[in-house]
C-alpha cells in the first residue's frame, strides 16, 4: 500500500476507485467493515480500493482547544490498513480553505476530480462540507449528479452501543486496554525509540527499557503485562511487564513508559519498540523503598507471566 498526500487535487488515474471516507483513527472495527466495503467492491471491479483521510484531524484546525488526541500516527494507520487491502491511503491536508468548502465543492474537487471515485463507501451518519451540511442523502444526489456511486453502512454496535474512537479513549482513560481491545478488534500499541532512562531498574536487577513514545494518547497510568515487539512492527515478540507513571517510590516527575521484558538481555537503546498493552495488573504505587518495590515487581512478573502465557512462550499476533 501507499501513503499519497493530495498535495493538489490534480486527477490521481487510479483504476475505478472505490473510496471509503473519514479520520479512521484507530481502525477500529466500525472503520474496519466500511474499508471492506470498498476493497471488496474495488476487487470485484478490478479497481482500486481507497481509504481518503484528512491530515491532520480537522479539530486541529477548527477547534484546537478540543481537538482529541490521536490513539495513532498516520504510520500505524497505513499499516493497519495494508492489512486489511487497501491500495492507497489518501491523505488530505486539512486546511481553513477546505472546511469552507460546501458539499458540493468538497464532492467535485475531492471525490470526482482528485480520486476518479466510482463507488463512495461511508457510514450513515457521515456529514462533510462546510458546517457538516452534508449527510449521506446529499451525497448520494451528488454522487449521481458526478458519475458516482455511494454505499451507507450501518454503524457497528458492541455491548449496547456504536463503537466510536470516544469509546476507545474513555477505555483507555480508565485502564480498560481489554475493553479498548474488544473495540479495536486488536490490542492497543504504542510506537517508540528507547532512551536512556535514569538507570534504577538495572542497579536493582531488572533492567526497563524506557520509551520515548511516538503516540500522543497512552492508558491510564499503572503497570501492565504487555507484548513488546523489537524493532518495531514486524519484530520478534516478547512478553514484557510494563509501568506507566511517574515513578513515585523515586520523588516522582514526569511521566515515562519503562518496560522490564522478560528473559531478554541486550542493549536497546535508540532501538524501535512496539509496545502492546494486554492487561492491566495493578495501579501505580508509592512504596516504602526500593524492597518492597522489587518484591512487588517480583509478583508482577508472576501475574505478567500468568496472564501473557509467557511460560509457554506464546505470544499471540496483533497488528497495531
Known amino acids: 500500500m501507499e501513503i499519497v498526500r493530495l498535495g493538489t487535487l490534480s486527477p490521481r488515474g487510479w483504476p475505478a476507485p472505490a473510496v471509503t471516507v473519514g479520520n479512521f483513527d484507530g481502525v477500529h472495527r466500525g472503520h474496519q467493515v466500511l474499508v471492506a466495503g470498498a ?54 491536508p486539512f486546511t481553513l480553505e477546505l472546511s469552507r ?38 451525497l448520494k444526489r451528488l454522487g449521481a449528479a458526478l458519475g458516482f456511486r455511494v454505499e451507507g453502512l450501518e454503524p457497528v454496535w458492541h455491548e449496547g452501543a456504536p463503537i466510536s474512537t470516544t469509546r476507545i479513549r474513555e477505555a483507555l482513560a480508565r485502564g480498560a486496554v481489554e475493553a479498548a481491545r474488544d473495540l479495536l478488534g486488536r490490542r492497543f500499541a504504542v510506537d517508540g525509540t528507547v532512551v536512556e532512562g535514569k538507570g534504577r531498574g538495572r542497579t536493582l536487577g531488572i533492567p526497563t527499557a524506557n520509551l520515548q513514545p511516538q503516540n500522543e494518547t497512552l492508558p491510564r497510568v499503572g503497570v501492565y503485562a504487555c ?53 492491566r495488573l495493578r495501579e501505580e504505587r508509592q512504596f516504602a523503598g526500593a524492597e518492597p518495590l522489587l518484591e512487588q515487581v517480583r509478583l508482577d512478573i508472576g501475574e505478567a507471566r500468568r496472564v501473557l502465557g509467557a511460560a509457554h512462550g506464546e505470544a499471540p499476533k496483533n497488528t497495531v
Request: proline share 5%; with cysteine; charged share 20%.
Open 39 to 92: 476493497v471488496r467492491a474495488a476487487r470485484a471491479s478490478g479497481g482500486t480500493g481507497v481509504v481518503l483521510t484528512f491530515d491532520p484531524h480537522p479539530g486541529r484546525v477548527l477547534s484546537p482547544e478540543r481537538a482529541p488526541s490521536a490513539l495513532m500516527t498516520l504510520e500505524q494507520k497505513a499499516e493497519v490498513l495494508a492489512g486489511l487491502g487497501v491500495d492507497y491511503l489518501a491523505a488530505l
Open 101 to 138: 468548502e460546501s458539499p458540493e465543492q468538497f464532492a467535485h474537487h475531492v471525490l470526482q476530480q482528485a480520486l476518479g471515485s466510482c463507488l463512495v463507501v461511508v457510514g450513515n451518519n457521515f456529514r462533510f462540507g462546510h458546517g457538516r451540511a452534508g449527510d449521506l442523502a446529499e
Open 227 to 279: 507484548w513488546c515487539r523489537l524493532g518495531g512492527a514486524g519484530g520478534d515478540t516478547r512478553p514484557a511487564v510494563v509501568n506507566l507513571g511517574r515513578r513515585p517510590t523515586f520523588g516522582g516527575g514526569e511521566t515515562t513508559l519503562e518496560a522490564h521484558i522478560l528473559d531478554f538481555e541486550g542493549d536497546l537503546y535508540g532501538a524501535r519498540l512496539r509496545v502492546e498493552f494486554a492487561v
